[in-house]
C-alpha cells in the first residue's frame, strides 16, 4: 500500500518556476515508478512526467520537455517536480501517482494523490 500526499502548488506567473513535492508512506516506494500527470479544467487528466524506482530514466511529455524536471530521493520517500517558465496552459491540478515500474499510461497508475492546484497568470 502506497498513500501520496502533494504539496507545493500555488499561483504563479508566466515565466516563472514552482517546486511540485509528493510525500509518499509505505515501505514499497523506493521500487516503484512515479509519475506526474494533470488535468485542467473541462480536460481529460494527461501526462506529464515519469520516473524509475532509481532515478536513472525519465520520461517527459513533449509539452513540459526542457522546462520540467522530475527527481525522487528514496531515502526521504519524496518525488519532486520542478517546474520553470511556466505557461497559462500549465494552469492545473497536478496529481502524483505510483505504479509497478515507469511507464506513462495513466492506466499502469494504481495510487494516485489527492492533487494539488498550480496556476499560472499571463
Known amino acids: 500500500q502506497v498513500q501520496l500526499v502533494e504539496s507545493g502548488g500555488g499561483l504563479v506567473q508566466a515565466g516563472g518556476s514552482l517546486r511540485l513535492s509528493c510525500a509518499a508512506s509505505g515501505r514499497t516506494f523506493s521500487n516503484r515508478g512515479m509519475g506526474w500527470f494533470r488535468q485542467a479544467p473541462g480536460k481529460e487528466r494527461e501526462f506529464v512526467a515519469a520516473?524509475?524506482?532509481?532515478?536513472?530514466?525519465?520520461y517527459y511529455a513533449d509539452s513540459v520537455k526542457g522546462r520540467f524536471t522530475i527527481s525522487r530521493d528514496n531515502a526521504k520517500n519524496t518525488v519532486v517536480l520542478q517546474m520553470t517558465s511556466l505557461k497559462p496552459e500549465d494552469t492545473a491540478v497536478y496529481y502524483c501517482?505510483?505504479?509497478?515500474?515507469?511507464?506513462?499510461?495513466?492506466?499502469?497508475?494504481?495510487?494516485w494523490g489527492q492533487g494539488t492546484q498550480v496556476t499560472v497568470s499571463s
Open positions: 520516473i524509475n524506482w532509481s532515478g536513472t530514466n525519465t
Open positions: 501517482a505510483a505504479a509497478p515500474a515507469i511507464h506513462t499510461r495513466e492506466y499502469e497508475y494504481n495510487y
